[in-house]
């Protein structure tokens, strides 16, 4: 039985959140300590210190960290409801995670989950407030004190339009916690911080190069509770909410709430809700709120249509003018544990993790063929099309580089990321070189790009296909998260993911009369190094294998160590003596010649190396299949700084591999791909590898 490694799975995460404290406690442990003890809370983790504010730079002011109640006489956490106009920018470049908090503040399920309601500046204050946030798959809880960046006893960062109200200030210090500083908050994309609210997945829309259908997808969206925003570019920043006859505003963030399909005339018209948080400033087009328009639809239509659409900043408008008029659509489709129970249709939603690591997972993009077929492969299933059309299956991929934006102060910023579809082989195993060379891919991102998340819409045939994710450039080390959503049930499988070992017995030495010219070559030898014991010790071994190697001129190497060696009388050495008598030594000769001819095939250059990417093939051809985790474990065992494998360090790899696949074999009587040990056969087994 194949022994299964261990994936990633299917889901979208837990929905309970994990405590983040590096000392293990939750926000209600470290409450109800401060105030047994009658303190309030600092944050170890995130101290108020200038190295949470920069990594950088030396903070250019004189900062004074004060918590709200020595701001102001009545602090609150929200005053009345959190609302969009609370918020209000600091010095910190980070409007794009302003707008997202707007958006949040119009879908209050998903606020009251990053904000949790059971915090207040009340009897039960102490100093200490929490927020949640998605990341890689899984929610956190990040707790922080309520010490706060100030200049002249007002707030520097995010803070809100009231003096008294601190939820904007402190959920702004806990994301900056979660991404290691506030510097590290410094540009990004309004949809980034929405699927941290969320737990969703983003997609970019230009409304002047749309699909056809976007109509259809953005009704979709809706009705999966999905989070939806437009705007209107600007060339200029004198632009910036500049305000245009039609009463639409250049530059602003605008919410999208509803969409319809009204008989208008005799004929069918489609319609899109917008929402300016602003409110009382709309448009004052075609199908604005006292149009003449709504006068040739059905009465109870209208009043259907228009109950929640009066002077409040909520509008409606034709859907072609809404293309006319709006430059982007943001789309932040939530993900099943984020929606709620109301919403009319759930995505499916397939999740894995990945690494791409250099010299055996990071093979870069389809330019870089020889590397490509390295990268992690997963295979989607899409079985039932659409409900709305019996020949295709939507989908959305979305592929995100994880913790980029902590990794910043140690020089790392993101990696440049992308990914193709192609249909998929029959196989189960990973694609080879060959068929990437010879098989054009179905669908791909539109173009690789250095941001955290690459995501596209596709309408796929129902198959069988290939995903390949990867970075630009080969070597380019990142670890990965896949989502795949799609409208129906997809199964998704990782390629290449087994384990297993076929390693038939080596036929039976030869008798000493049947013996061919080499093996009485390496008779005589055997015989000068054994002694009268009939035997070779670790360093006789060593001495005999760089004699008869030194001979073969297509292999270059300065010979083999005695840690090699030592592995090969531990595979080799059947009765335990820790030595090798010729006959043992004549069978591992047979494995040698093959593994021999395997490291010629793959020395293409003649240089006495192999390239780490082509390890997996060798080794299959050795009869043993690694999944990615163990390829990549032995490419950084094994490889130089030129990810090549030179022969020994690829012998040693091979011995070894043998030697624990066979007492692994032999231990699972079973045959159940598991064994159980205790810590003696453990280290017992370990020191014999």
């Not at 000493?512 to 009939?534: I, N, S, V």
Request: glycine letters at 6%; one cysteine or more.
């Amino acid at each position: 039985m194949p022994l299964q490694s261990m994936l990633s799975g299917r889901g979208s995460g837990s929905s309970k959140a994990e405590n983040t404290q590096s000392d293990g406690k939750s926000f209600e442990q470290l409450r109800q300590e401060c105030l047994q003890k009658g303190i309030l809370f600092e944050d170890p983790d995130f101290p108020a210190t200038d190295s949470s504010l920069y990594f950088s730079q030396s903070v250019p002011v004189a900062i004074e960290w004060k918590r709200p109640t020595e701001i102001c006489s009545n602090p609150k956490f929200i005053l009345d409801d959190a609302d969009r106009t609370d918020i209000c920018q600091g010095q910190l470049g980070d409007c794009w995670l302003l707008a997202a908090i707007a958006s949040l503040t119009l879908k209050k399920d998903a606020l009251t989950r990053v904000l949790p309601h059971d915090q207040e500046f009340d009897h039960r204050y102490a100093g200490i407030f929490h927020f949640q946030f998605w990341q890689h798959n899984k929610w956190l809880d990040i707790v922080v004190d309520d010490r706060l960046p100030t200049v002249r006893n007002k707030l520097i960062m995010l803070h809100s339009a009231s003096n008294n109200e601190f939820w904007s200030a402190l959920l702004e210090k806990a994301y900056a916690k979660l991404h290691g500083s506030y510097e590290s908050l410094k540009g990004g994309s309004t949809l980034e911080a929405m699927e941290d609210f969320t737990g969703g997945v983003g997609e970019l829309y230009e409304t002047k190069k749309s699909p056809d259908n976007l109509f259809s997808i953005m009704k979709k969206a809706l009705d999966r509770g999905s989070m939806m925003g437009c705007s209107i570019d600007i060339t200029s920043s004198a632009e910036s909410e500049a305000k245009l006859n039609n009463g639409l505003v250049k530059g602003h963030a605008y919410s999208i709430t509803g969409l319809e399909e009204v008989n208008y005339r005799g004929r069918t018209v489609q319609l899109i809700r917008i929402r300016n948080p602003w409110g009382q400033v709309e448009w004052n087009g075609p199908w604005s709120d006292n149009s003449r328009e709504w006068s040739y639809i059905d009465a109870a239509e209208k009043r259907r249509i228009l109950q929640n659409s009066t002077e409040d900043g909520e509008f409606w408008m034709e859907f072609d003018d809404f293309k006319a008029n709006y430059d982007r659509v943001e789309l932040c489709n939530m993900t099943p544990d984020a929606l709620t129970e109301n919403t009319k249709r759930h995505w499916e939603v397939n999740t894995f993790e990945g690494s791409w690591i250099r010299g055996s997972t990071a093979g870069g993009c389809r330019n870089f063929i020889d590397t490509f077929w390295t990268n992690p492969q997963f295979k989607l299933r899409l079985e039932d099309a659409d409900d709305d059309d019996d020949d295709v299956c939507s989908v959305v991929i979305a592929l995100m580089q994880k913790n980029r934006r902590k990794l910043r102060k140690e020089g790392l910023d993101m990696e440049t990321i992308g990914f193709a579809v192609y249909e998929a082989p029959e196989s189960e195993e990973q694609a080879s070189k060959d068929f990437f060379r010879y098989h054009a891919s179905k669908a791909r991102s539109r173009t690789y790009i250095n941001t955290r998340e690459v995501s596209e819409r596709f309408t796929l045939p129902p198959g069988e296909y290939l995903l390949v994710p990867t970075t630009f450039q080969p070597h380019h080390e990142a670890d990965f998260l896949v989502r795949m959503f799609s409208e129906k049930k997809a199964g998704a499988l990782e390629m290449g993911s087994t384990v297993d070992a076929d390693l038939p017995e080596p036929p039976p030495p030869s008798l000493p009369e049947e013996e061919t010219d080499e093996e009485k070559g390496l008779r005589r030898l055997f015989e000068q190094l054994a002694g009268e014991d009939q035997a070779i010790s670790v360093r006789e071994l060593q001495q005999m294998l760089n004699g008869v190697l030194s001979r073969r001129k297509e292999i270059k190497f300065d010979g083999l160590t005695l840690s090699t060696c030592h592995s090969i009388i531990n595979l080799m050495d059947v009765d335990n003596t820790g030595m090798l008598e010729f006959q043992e030594f004549k069978v591992f000769w047979e494995k040698m010649k093959k593994w021999i001819m395997l490291f010629l095939s793959f020395d293409t250059d003649r240089s006495g190396k192999m390239s780490s990417y082509e390890l997996r093939i060798a080794l299959k051809a050795a009869g043993m299949q690694l999944n990615n985790s163990l390829l990549q474990l032995i490419g950084l065992r094994f490889a130089d700084a030129n990810y090549d494998i030179d022969f020994d360090d690829y012998l040693t790899c091979i011995v070894r591999l043998e030697n624990m696949f066979r007492i692994f074999k032999a231990m699972d009587t079973n045959k159940r791909g598991r064994v159980r040990m205790n810590i003696m056969q453990f280290l017992m087994l370990s020191m014999n590898v």
